[in-house]
C-alpha cells in the first residue's frame, strides 16, 4: 500500500491560485489511479480529478473543468492539482485518494473505490 502526505492548502482570495501536492510513499503501478476529492462541512466528499499513473491521462469534474488542472511527477511519486480562479465554494478539505484497480474505460469518480488516502489540506477562497 501508498500512504499519501497533502500540502499546498491555504487561504487565498477569490481569483487567486494555488498548487496542491501529494507525496506518496511506496510503490506506484501502472495501474495506479490517482485522484483528488473534496469535502466542505455538512457535505458528501466530492470527485475532484483523477490520473491515470501510466499515461497521465485525466478526467475532470465539471465543478473544476477550466480552473483544475491534475498532473503527476512520475520521478517524485507526487500528484498535483493546479488551482486557478478560485471561488468561495471551493473552499474544502483537499483530499488525495488512491487506488490499484486497474483500469476499465471509464475513471474512477466514486470515493468508495479508492483505497488509501491523505490526511486533507484545507483550502480556504476569500471573497
Known sequence: QVQLVESGGGLVQAGGSLRLSCA??????SSYTMAWFRQAPGKEREFVA??????????????????FTISRDNAKNTVYLQMNSLKPEDTAVYYCAANNRGYSGLYYVSASLYDQWGQGTQVTVSS
Do not use: L, P, V, Y
Request: net charge positive.
Open 24 to 29: 506518496a510513499s511506496g510503490r506506484i503501478f
Open 50 to 67: 483523477a490520473i491515470r499513473w501510466s499515461d497521465g491521462s485525466s478526467h475532470d469534474a465539471d465543478s473544476g473543468k477550466g480552473r
